[in-house]
Nanobody, 124 residues
Framework: QVRLVESGGGLVQAGGSLRLSCAASGRTVSIGAMGWFRQALGKEREFVATINWSGSSTDYTDSVKGRFTISRDNVKHTVFLQMNSLKPEDTAAYYC?????????????????WGQGTQVTVSS
């Protein structure tokens, strides 16, 4: 089993930055691609960013391209989401996810493990 724990959320003004971290523990050898998703109040969970096992390939939803960067440290079993130029519409609970597959994916069904989420609130 794999456990994912997110951190780094908080309250920030529009235009500010936050860096989310997601630390994996347990059977980390089974982790391949990783991703970040978010869910705003009253809305469905949506894809934000994904990174393949080696970190050589990433993908983002259009609304965060150029502002967010996903990266990973496979030695420390941690994935990061650097969020710059934050907007009020980025306000949501952010969830880390890990897949047993190696390739990146924007589909929630591709992921086998999920964290508990960390809240990001951007004030205008």
């Amino acid at each position: 089993q794999v456990r994912l724990v997110e951190s780094g959320g908080g309250l920030v003004q529009a235009g500010g930055s936050l860096r989310l971290s997601c630390a994996a523990s347990g059977r980390t050898v089974s982790i391949g691609a990783m991703g970040w998703f978010r869910q705003a109040l009253g809305k469905e969970r949506e894809f934000v960013a994904t990174i393949n096992w080696s970190g050589s390939s990433t993908d983002y939803t259009d609304s965060v391209k150029g502002r967010f960067t996903i990266s990973r440290d496979n030695v420390k079993h941690t994935v990061f989401l650097q969020m710059n130029s934050l907007k009020p519409e980025d306000t949501a609970a952010y969830y880390c996810a890990a897949s047993r597959g190696l390739g990146q994916s924007s589909w929630p069904s591709s992921y086998d493990y999920w964290g508990q989420g960390t809240q990001v609130t951007v004030s205008s």
